[in-house]
């Protein structure tokens, strides 16, 4: 990904807490010489400063054979917003977008064990709905196991971090402000949200 130095983001803190918060993510491979992706549910934690994500794939989706014998992609992306030129100091400026992206790499450890991967859905269920747990824990085995049969799980300790924040940092403070203060007054969650990190910042 391009990253100018300005936009580069290097917080480990920060790029977890981001792709928690934005959790539904791509995984790219490489088949047959074709880019492949799928958009998958991840939760992620931060462990001896390294991040690891953990998710699953129907067992249906191939995708899960390749992703063990070459480095996979993963892609973050969520709150963006257009600037309008309007906002700047000086008339001859252009439109351009603020955006914040997380682009993970590394190779996945495919989950051998129907107790491991049990584990990755509990994991999934205390991260994303941790009230469903009582429901979850009386659910028959049978219907568990089967239902895990149907799935591959797997691990990804990430080997590198391409992180980039672009939230109108080479502007004017002035600027900035303005921006920051159009973007909270939209009715779009993903500006409001940006317009919060350029609050932040």
Do not use: C
Request: zero cysteines.
């Amino acid at each position: 990904m391009y990253i100018p130095a300005i936009n580069q983001l290097t917080d480990l803190a920060e790029i977890i807490q981001f792709i928690q918060k934005y959790s539904f993510g791509s995984i790219i491979t490489m088949v047959h010489g074709k880019p492949v992706a799928t958009q998958l549910p991840f939760v992620s934690q931060l462990v001896d400063n390294k991040i690891i994500l953990r998710a699953h794939f129907a067992k249906a989706n191939e995708q899960w054979k390749q992703i063990v014998d070459q480095e996979n992609l993963f892609i973050f992306q969520e709150p963006h917003a257009y600037i309008s030129p309007r906002h700047y100091e000086k008339e001859q400026n252009v439109p351009t977008w603020n955006y914040i992206s997380v682009h993970l790499y590394g190779k996945a450890r495919l989950v051998q064990t129907q107790e491991e991967a049990q584990g990755i859905l509990e994991e999934s269920i205390e991260f994303f709905e941790k009230e469903y747990k009582t429901q979850w824990d009386g659910l028959s085995e049978a219907y568990k196991s089967n239902m895990i049969q149907g799935i591959v799980a797997f691990e990804v300790v990430i080997s590198e971090i391409q992180a980039k924040k672009k939230i109108s940092q080479n502007r004017s403070k002035k600027e900035q402000e303005q921006i920051a203060q159009a973007l909270s007054q939209s009715t779009l969650s993903h500006e409001q949200q940006i317009a919060d990190y350029m609050k932040k910042n």
